[in-house]
């Protein structure tokens, strides 16, 4: 799969006519991340980037109420977790991430549109007679926001690592020999619900840092950083190949 990379540069202009008090600035572009991306950045050190990118660009960097939950709310009282849950708490109260609010978008229409997604994707696989769950509430609520961005006319696309919601979304096709893999016997597939996820574009962990270095805000000047931080997203959960990274490392 041939990485789609996005820089976010410069937004368009656009003219509308809004009667009376615009509560709301139009916003152009925004990405939304999900919490397996938030916490690849956290374990390598690299969350600091996403302060940096929203520094130069206009990009909204969003998260949902159900990815907030995974990365703040449930592992801020395990020791182990914590850290990395202060640091995220921390840019959520900064401003540096922020949630769907922000844009008036409230968390019930998100949620509605979540479960509608949840059903429909844990209803494509089946597998001995029982459909499999394939995906989570949080990378859902991604999809749910992007669809209602969209629908607001903001142009958008999610952070996500995990290679299931991205197969569904965009090479369907190969679902069933990821899912058969996985289970180690074959299943088959409801191929009607595809087009609820046709859609959605999405961007890596690995794609962001690769933006960030293009951007010159990563803080490693070696000659080998780039390198070492790409290898670095795919260890901690990036669903990169070794063949994309080196197309990466000689854009």
Wanted: net charge positive; charged share 25%.
């Amino acid at each position: 799969m041939t990485p789609q990379l996005t820089t976010f540069d410069q937004p368009q202009q656009v003219i509308t006519f809004i009667p009376q008090v615009q509560k709301f600035p139009p916003t152009k572009k925004a990405l939304i991340l999900d919490s397996g991306t938030l916490i690849n950045l956290s374990m390598n050190g690299l969350l600091y980037l996403i302060e940096e990118l929203k520094k130069i660009t206009s990009i909204k960097f969003l998260i949902t109420e159900q990815v907030k939950y995974e990365v703040v709310d449930r592992p801020s009282g395990i020791p182990r977790f914590e850290l990395g849950a202060l640091r995220i708490k921390e840019m959520i109260n900064s401003g540096v991430l922020e949630m769907p609010q922000a844009l008036n978008i409230q968390k019930e229409s998100i949620n509605l549109s979540t479960e509608e997604l949840i059903a429909i994707a844990n209803h494509t696989v089946e597998a001995r007679g029982k459909f499999v769950h394939i995906v989570s509430d949080a990378e859902m609520s991604c999809l749910a926001l992007s669809s209602i961005l969209t629908e607001k006319g903001i142009e958008n696309m999610i952070a996500i690592d995990e290679r299931t919601t991205r197969i569904l979304a965009e090479k369907p096709e190969n679902l069933q020999k990821l899912m058969s893999s996985r289970l180690h016997f074959n299943v088959s597939l409801k191929k009607n619900n595809f087009n609820e996820f046709k859609n959605f574009r999405f961007i890596r962990s690995t794609e962001l840092v690769y933006v960030a270095h293009k951007k010159n805000v990563l803080k490693l000047k070696d000659p080998k950083a780039l390198e070492a931080v790409l290898y670095a997203t795919k260890y901690k959960g990036s669903s990169v190949s070794f063949d994309e990274i080196n197309v990466l490392k000689k854009l």
